[in-house]
Structures are given as structure tokens and as C-alpha cells.
């Protein structure tokens, strides 16, 4: 069967990304004469593209009904959440304003499929891990005797969020053409993210006093590092956090990106996607950090291997080629590092509570000793962390939440040889998302996770039949055989 259709789709998003990097043009030769003038360079033209895309509502939002679904909108503000900078203004039980886009986003989402799929849509099976790691946070918080609002917030609270939001996500996904929406959300974002930590690199910029934000554009080395005096700093885009975290955020996008060059049916949306692809790329790379590149490499493999298509392998090659020569990337792997250590003290950790663990964010302050001080960090594993903090059976929920998706979505692609661009660059994404989370703690930080399971619902929703709609296809207007 095929559709046929009277009315063409336009699909707003490679426009967006090439006006986008219009605007990042103009904003860095601007930057480099003086980076204020850079960011209002960037601000104007940010302004002249959004006032230009509001007075010309594009075909497509208008075809499939997205502009007025409060499930996709609830999507897109779980995806900016990367947007708002960590550690800004005041918090609240451990709930801050980097916090508001995804819990709105939530509600929206859930009102969403409450209304459209029922109230029971909101328990879809695959996020049972996920709702039973936040019950068992709370549980471990209980017995663990630290019932705080700040410790509840952080431990059943944001879990239970994170729960809803992903089930939500999922069910939003499998709605017709909505699939798409996800993808199209979280590679602006990522495009968005990497083009402002690229402007940042180029000009020199970052924050350095302690009445601003820090970490926002780039985070400087350190004087004992390799690469102090060499490269200004490392990228981390507006997160507001590690560099570390940064690269991760960015994984998602160069897989997502990459999926849409090879599935491009027209030269504007190759070019398009394929700047999208180097600008992530890119990103990663200048962030500097070793396991995101690992990760990264893990990730090509994979959609590579799975796709089999000479062009988006022919970009992709091209880039880590170009990335490897044009940047000193390669010397950080002559670093020492101190992960070993870190997994070691927390299995020593996990020894001493096995069952209900820490609680929820205790971690770090449970490690301070007073008469024997002693380097103070996390596990830099998100599976080892949740087992130090509520116990192993914490650690395996946390775990089967993140790895039953990707084992869905990879069985498809590897055994019943579903090879459709999005599907596979989905799985790419989490299955570099997953070994990198092996070396830093990603699914504890919301705006860095939040892509994880957005890619997840997106990519469940093309195996289960909520496909993207192909930008070159229409709206139904009737069938054929």
C-alpha cells in the first residue's frame, strides 16, 4: 500500500539549521574582533530567524496537527532542558530552574496521553524498570532513616519524574509522524548547543568570576594538564557542568544527525544535515574528553556497520579523520586516569550498605573523613553510583531502565534486519550513550539523560509504527495499492 497525497510537507528544520549557522558565522567574525560584540551579533540574528520563522508558520506543523498537540510541545521542552544553565538561582529541595523544562515538558506530555490514550497509557511496559527504580529509591530513602524534602526530592522525586517523562515520551513517539518531531527536537537543540560552544572555542569566551555562571562556553584546563596554554579550553556548550557531560550531550545529535544525511532525499537537506553532523562532531571532539570520543567511535561503528551506505559513511569517516588532524584531540589518550580508583572505592562502598545503599546524593558526602581525607568523587559510573546509593537492586533496575530500550531497538536492527536510518541511528545513539555512562555518571545529570530517553522513545516509536513521515511525502488524502 502507498499514499498518495495533494498537499507537499515541508520540513522546517533544515532551514532552521542553516540559518543557524548563518547566524554562528556572523556572531564569530563579530566574536573575534570582541565577543561581546559577537553575542550581539548572535542575538540579532537569533531574533531576525525566529520573528521570520513566526510570520511564516510552516506547512508541516500545519499538516500533521504537531503545532497544536501539547504532547509535542511537552516533547521539545524536555529536549531544551540542556538550554538552561545548571546552578543558576535558587533551589528548592534540590529542584532548581534548569528543572522547570523538563517538569513542565512532563506535564504537558502526560496531560497529553491522558487525555488522548488514557490514564493507564502512562504505565507502558518498558518503562516498569524506571517507575521501580524511583518506588525503590524511596524505599531505600525509608530505611536508610534520611527523609529530607531535599533527599526525597532527589531520590524518588526526580526519578518518578524521569519515569513519567520517558513514559510519557514513549506514547507520544508511537502517534503518527510524531517520531519525527522527537528527532527533529533534540538535534536542534544539539545543533544549537554545538554551534554556541564552537563560537565560544573560536572567540576565547567563558566565564570566569564567581558572581556568573560558571562552566558556560568553555571550561579551562587546569596548569598541570597536557593541553594548559595550548587550546583555550574545553567546550561545554550552556550546560553549566563538566565538560564531561557536555560530550555525552552531544552523542545523541551526531547520530541523530547523521541518520537524516543518509535518509536526505534532496541536495538542501543533505547539506543541511551534513553541517548538523559536523557541527556536533565537532563539539564532541572540542570538548576533549576521552570517553565521549570512545563513545562516539563505538556509536559510528555501529550505524555504519548497520546502515551500510557509502554516503553518511563517507561524511562520518571524513570527520573523525578531519577531527583527528586538526585538532589535539589524540594527546589527552596519553593521560592518566583515575577510574579504577573511583570503581573500586564505591564496590567498597556498595560492601558496606549492599541493600538500601547511601540514599539518594549521598555519596560524595558520606567519602569525607575527617582524621583520613581522602579525594572526594563519584563512581563516574551511573550503575555503580545508584548501587552506592540505594543498594545493588537499585543498581540493576537503573540498569535494565537505560538497557531495555537499546536491546529492543538493537535486536530489530542486528536480527530482524530493520535498517531504517532513524531506527539505526536511534540505537547507535544509546548504545554510545551506554559506554560512556560506564565512565561518567550521565543518567544522574537530567539535561545530559534527558536526550538518552527522548532518542529511546523516538526510536521505539519507528519499530512500533509511529514513523517519521518522509519530508518529502503529504498528509493522506486517500489510498493505493
Do not use: C
Request: charged content about 15%.
Amino acid at each position: 500500500m502507498t499514499v498518495t497525497s495533494a498537499h507537499p510537507r515541508l520540513d522546517p528544520l533544515p532551514a532552521a539549521i542553516l540559518a543557524m549557522t548563518a547566524v554562528w558565522a556572523v556572531a564569530v567574525a563579530a566574536g573575534l574582533y570582541h565577543p561581546a560584540w559577537g553575542a550581539v551579533a548572535a542575538v540579532a540574528g537569533s531574533g531576525v530567524v525566529a520573528w521570520r520563522v513566526l510570520r511564516r508558520p510552516e506547512v508541516a506543523a500545519r499538516a500533521d496537527g504537531a503545532a497544536t498537540d501539547p504532547g509535542v510541545w511537552g516533547l521539545v521542552l524536555m529536549a531544551a532542558s540542556p538550554l538552561v544553565p545548571a546552578r543558576l538561582g535558587p533551589s528548592v529541595a534540590g529542584i532548581g530552574i534548569d528543572d522547570i523544562p523538563m517538569i513542565v515538558g512532563t506535564l504537558l506530555a502526560s496531560v497529553s496521553v491522558v487525555r488522548r490514550e488514557g490514564p493507564k497509557a502512562l504505565l507502558t511496559p518498558i518503562a516498569a524498570p524506571l517507575y521501580l527504580f524511583a518506588a525503590w529509591s524511596g524505599i531505600s530513602t525509608v530505611f536508610g532513616g534520611d527523609l529530607d524534602a531535599g533527599t526525597v526530592a532527589r531520590g524518588a522525586g526526580r526519578w518518578l519524574l524521569v519515569a513519567l517523562a520517558f513514559s510519557a515520551a514513549v506514547v507520544v513517539a508511537r502517534r503518527p509522524g510524531r517520531a519525527r518531531w522527537v528527532f527533529s527536537a533534540v538535534l536542534a537543540v544539539g545543533v544549537a548547543e554545538a554551534l554556541f560552544g564552537i563560537w565560544a572555542y573560536l572567540v576565547d569566551w567563558a566565564p570566569t568570576s564567581p558572581q556568573r555562571a560558571l562552566l558556560i562556553g568553555m571550561e579551562r584546563w587546569r596548569e598541570y594538564q597536557p593541553l594548559y596554554g595550548q587550546v583555550p579550553g574545553r567546550v561545554t556548550g550552556t550546560l553549566g557542568v563538566s565538560s564531561n557531560f557536555f560530550g555525552a550531550l552531544m552523542l545523541a545529535p551526531v547520530m541523530v544527525a547523521a541518520g537524516r544525511f543518509a535518509k536526505a532525499s534532496q541536495r538542501f537537506e543533505a547539506v543541511a544535515y551534513g553541517i548538523a553532523t559536523a557541527a556536533t562532531l565537532f563539539a564532541l571532539v572540542l570538548s576533549y574528553t576521552r570517553a565521549s570520543v570512545v563513545a562516539l567511535l563505538g556509536g559510528t561503528l555501529f550505524l555504519l556497520l548497520a546502515l551500510r551506505r557509502l554516503r553518511p559513511t563517507l561524511l562520518l569517516v571524513g570527520l573523525l579523520v578531519a577531527a583527528s588532524l586538526l585538532t589535539p584531540m589524540a594527546s589527552r589518550f596519553r593521560e592518566g586516569n583515575d577510574r579504577l580508583a573511583l570503581a573500586q572505592r564505591s564496590l567498597e562502598t556498595i560492601e558496606q550498605q549492599p541493600v538500601t545503599g547511601l540514599g539518594a546524593g549521598d555519596f560524595v558526602d558520606a567519602q569525607f573523613d575527617e582524621e583520613r581525607p581522602v579525594l572526594i568523587a563519584t563512581p563516574h559510573n551511573s550503575f555503580l553510583l545508584a548501587a552506592a546509593e540505594t543498594g545493588i537492586p537499585g543498581g540493576v533496575l537503573l540498569f535494565l531502565a537505560a538497557a531495555v530500550p537499546g536491546a529492543v531497538m538493537a535486536f530489530a536492527v542486528v536480527v530482524r534486519r530493520r535498517r531504517e536510518p532513524m531506527l539505526v541511528a536511534a540505537t547507535a545513539a544509546l548504545f554510545a550513550f551506554g559506554i560512556q555512562t560506564f565512565s561518567n555518571n550521565l543518567f544522574h545529570i537530567p539535561a545530559v539523560a534527558v536526550g538518552y530517553w527522548l532518542v529511546a522513545a523516538a526510536g521505539l516509536g519507528v519499530l512500533r509504527g509511529g514513523r517519521p513521515t518522509p519530508t518529502g511525502g503529504a498528509r493522506a488524502t486517500g489510498r493505493r495499492s
